[in-house]
């Protein structure tokens, strides 16, 4: 791949953007086979950072576990192959290399908002009580571009300890409406009662990958603990979560990972940290050794797993065992090549093909900085995203002008994304978006 540098000193990659090329790449790749192993319903499916298509292997995993429930009913939590039992410490083995962790420090359970709720409790205590960071500091620092539900759930919190929100929940403004400085993150950490830095790995609707190392680091240094949201990122980006000293993260498995609608969630505790009361205690997160002498009194495990809560829903888990299993075969460093070369060719087309007419790139072009979609920004990108969909090609819309445009690389090829861009052109050419109403009420 050809590769130049700009003004700026960034790498650009440099496409050809005639239909042989987008053929001839679709042959070269060695991720390609992986397509057929999913059942995509649409001509062009490029929503995947929202929800991912079913697999073969999650349908399977998903079946297995239904006829294990027939065949054992209650003797499946001891008998299953993986007993249910264990189902989230098990799966939470098999995640940990895709976010760069140790075994014990990673678990599935709950959703990604509840995670949000007991960790970021966990540790406002944890401060309160001296017992992590090197200060008493609780308030917790966010950015203006998060998905909305991190902050619901902070403040909530917040709340509950009687600390003010408007006083205890930092915003780091964004300078552009579309992406995060971390400079402005590390400086902004520079406040005196900063106690928590909580960010996600990608910003949900640019796409910006955050450097999860220097925020880590910066934070460190600060005495401050560092959390990620890594909904965006997990099963299309690598992470090194124990090699950086990310304190804690979370993430839902239903994008990227392909584990099914409202999928079982995941979460990463630090080994350092283990032995912390959750602050939302429940039964499953009891010690697994002592659990069913059903004692009154809580004594949390000494892993991850101790921020579990209710009983593992092994139906809503058990497609996410036969889709790690695909990335697994996949590789998840392969998978992001292709996502960058997919996303950087995407751009390319745009540039080429959608300036002129109005359609800008709103995701950042250094591949570093980009995770696994791409935002392209228009005045009526609800309406074209209305008119692509009635062509068979799923995008999603986010206020106030994004089209997300997601090229998951298990089953999009580079195809896919030119046949994306023609449709884009060919919608504005004929104002064909002109048809449909302005954005309304409802899902997108």
């Given at each position: 791949?050809?590769?130049s ?6 790498t ?29 319903p649409d001509?062009?499916?490029?929503d995947?950072?929202?929800?991912g298509?079913?697999s073969?292997a999650?349908v ?6 239904v006829?294990e ?14 007993p ?7 799966l939470?083995?098999e ?8 075994e014990?420090e ?8 509840v995670n ?13 009580r001296g017992?992590?960071g090197?200060t ?5 620092l ?8 991190d902050?619901y759930?902070i403040r909530?919190?917040?709340r509950?300890?009687?600390?003010d929100p408007?006083?205890?929940?930092h ?5 552009d409406?579309r992406t ?12 005196e009662?900063?106690g928590i830095?909580f960010?996600?790995s990608v910003?949900?609707?640019s796409?910006?990958l955050?450097?999860?190392?220097r ?22 980006v690598?992470h090194e979560l124990?090699a ?7 993430w839902c498995s239903?994008?990227y ?7 079982i969630?995941?979460?990463y505790?630090n ?13 499953w997160?009891?010690?697994k050794e002592?659990?069913?002498?059903l004692?009154?009194?809580?004594t ?7 921020w579990?809560?209710g ?7 058990a497609?996410?065992?036969g ?6 075969e996949?590789g998840?460093?392969a998978i992001?090549e292709k ?5 950087s ?8 093909h959608?300036?002129?007419r ?10 570093e ?12 990108a609800y ?13 999603d819309?986010?206020?106030p002008?994004?089209?997300?445009v997601c090229p ?10 030119r046949e994306?861009?023609?449709?884009v ?8 978006y002109?048809?449909?109403e302005?954005?309304g009420?409802?899902?997108?």
């Amino acid at each position: 791949m050809d590769s130049s540098t700009g003004e700026d000193g960034a790498t650009e990659r440099d496409h050809r953007t005639g239909a042989d090329y987008a053929r001839e790449r679709d042959e070269a790749d060695p991720l390609a086979a992986f397509r057929g192993r999913f059942d995509v319903p649409d001509a062009h499916y490029m929503d995947g950072n929202s929800l991912g298509p079913v697999s073969d292997a999650a349908v399977a995993s998903l079946e297995r576990a239904v006829e294990e429930w027939r065949e054992l009913a209650i003797r499946g939590w001891t008998d299953a192959e993986p007993p249910w039992f264990y189902y989230g410490e098990r799966l939470g083995d098999e995640l940990a290399p895709l976010v760069g962790a140790r075994e014990d420090e990673v678990v599935v359970g709950n959703s990604t908002t509840v995670n949000i709720h007991t960790l970021i409790g966990t540790f406002l205590d944890a401060l309160e009580r001296g017992e992590v960071g090197e200060t008493d500091a609780r308030a917790v620092l966010v950015n203006d571009l998060d998905f909305p539900t991190d902050h619901y759930a902070i403040r909530a919190q917040l709340r509950q300890r009687g600390l003010d929100p408007d006083e205890h929940c930092h915003l780091v403004e964004s300078r552009d409406g579309r992406t995060i400085e971390t400079d402005d993150i590390v400086a902004a950490m520079d406040e005196e009662d900063v106690g928590i830095v909580f960010m996600p790995s990608v910003l949900y609707r640019s796409g910006q990958l955050l450097d999860v190392e220097r925020i880590t680091e910066a934070a460190h240094e600060r005495g401050i603990l560092a959390g990620f949201d890594l909904a965006h990122s997990i099963g299309a980006v690598p992470h090194e979560l124990s090699a950086v000293g990310v304190d804690f993260a979370v993430w839902c498995s239903y994008k990227y990972m392909n584990a099914g609608p409202g999928a079982i969630a995941g979460l990463y505790v630090n080994e350092d940290h283990f032995g912390l009361t959750p602050a939302l205690a429940g039964w499953w997160g009891h010690h697994k050794e002592t659990q069913f002498e059903l004692n009154l009194e809580y004594t949390p495990a000494e892993t991850a797993g101790a921020w579990q809560i209710g009983t593992i829903p092994v139906l809503s888990a058990a497609p996410l065992e036969g889709a790690i299993e695909i990335t697994r075969e996949a590789g998840i460093e392969a998978i992001r090549e292709k996502s960058l070369e997919l996303t950087s060719y995407l751009i390319s087309l745009t540039d080429e093909h959608l300036a002129d007419r109005g359609v800008s790139v709103g995701t950042p072009r250094e591949p570093e900085r980009r995770g696994g979609h791409v935002a392209l920004e228009h005045a009526d990108a609800y309406r074209i995203s209305q008119a692509l969909r009635d062509r068979g090609i799923v995008v999603d819309f986010r206020p106030p002008n994004v089209i997300r445009v997601c090229p998951a690389p298990l089953y999009t090829g580079y195809r896919d994304v030119r046949e994306v861009v023609d449709a884009v052109a060919e919608i504005v050419d004929e104002a064909e978006y002109e048809e449909y109403e302005r954005q309304g009420d409802g899902v997108t």
